[in-house]
């Protein structure tokens, strides 16, 4: 059973928990979260959507739903390790002037630096397409069916320096079938990740984890 | 405020509520709802998918989730308004057959009889994708969009014999933006939705309606 993070004060419906969502690509599970937000009574707000990638189709749908968007570029000019500390000194820019309190990635394709998670331990976020420990990484489907598993679903966890490997807060299930392919499954799951994940940020701003699935 | 339907019991998780789903088209609500009830404790179950069209997307959806479809396409061998009679006729045989306590229209394109939606008063809801009463019909967005309104959303009532006229049990709602055009607030929308609907069921199936929004 997870409980509250230290880091984090309990949030009043006037006083919503301050969030920054990442994105990398198409953004339905940004969406999702900006819609369940919009909705009266919601605990949590989204102050800005950071995409380290241009052009991606989640910036439209963020401002289709009234939320700033920064679009912050891993820079070209710089070389090695001197390259992600810029690019993520950027983007910690971007949460001061915002006064984000909480960090939600939602299929940002890059892992954050081992200073960067440390420094915000405990307020950052993700959510991921397996049941994990099972099948982390970016190719979770393929793997589930290559390995024949029988299940699968989805995970939220906070976020440590590893690729999916922080403490799991809500997972959801569902069955592989036999005819499942990539396809069927990451459908599947994609609208149980629309619905686990503003539940969790739910309990994270509230404080109160007792109604989550799976743990 | 919407109260419990007389035609339905309060349902538990050991005896949920036994639904069918009536489908036209991709079935992508459905596919929420199903997987909604695949989790644990869930109050309310479906034991058949009903679509009026073959080779649909959300025939495959409900197998890939392990629930039996039937095909009941409008008959070719009958005229008039006996047409309408046979097909309905085969559909209530099948929700006899599996003693389905409640129909869920979801995408489903076709208008049901006076005399049908007689017979399962307070047991057919449907899911409209605009605050109800406003724009009714087959094209609210576009109708949304032409009107310039600033707000829209979507909206589950029980089905009477008019379209899209029963009573409102709840709704979402969702701004209409200066940039939005029928495709980004379609999706903005198919997403609270796949959200609401859920809520819905849940609600009938425990009779305890005082969580909805919107009502």
């Not at 969406?31 to 950071?50: D, R």
Request: hydrophobic share 40%; with cysteine.
């Amino acid at each position: 059973m997870v409980s509250n993070t230290p880091s984090l004060r309990v949030a009043t419906a006037s006083n919503p928990l301050n969030c920054a969502i990442l994105i990398s690509g198409s953004g339905s599970g940004m969406e999702a979260m900006l819609l369940h937000q919009q909705q009266v009574n919601c605990l949590h707000t989204t102050s800005v959507v950071i995409s380290n990638k241009p052009d991606v189709l989640g910036i439209k749908r963020a401002e289709s739903l009234g939320t700033p968007v920064e679009v912050v570029e891993l820079p070209t000019n710089i070389e090695g390790s001197a390259r992600r500390l810029a690019h993520e000194a950027s983007i910690e820019q971007i949460l001061h002037n915002y006064s984000v309190e909480l960090i939600i990635l939602s299929g940002y394709m890059r892992l954050l630096s081992p200073e960067f998670v440390t420094r915000w331990e405990g307020q950052i976020v993700n959510i991921h397409p397996s049941l994990l420990p099972d099948f982390p990484g970016a190719h979770a489907h393929r793997d589930v069916i290559a390995a024949g598993a029988k299940k699968s679903g989805c995970s939220v966890h906070y976020v440590d320096s590893g690729m999916d490997t922080g403490q799991v807060i809500a997972q959801y299930e569902v069955a592989v079938l036999p005819n499942d392919n990539e396809t069927t499954l990451s459908a599947k799951i994609k609208q149980l990740e629309h619905k686990l994940y503003p539940m969790v940020i739910d309990a994270i701003a509230s404080g109160d984890f007792s109604n989550l699935p799976g743990n």
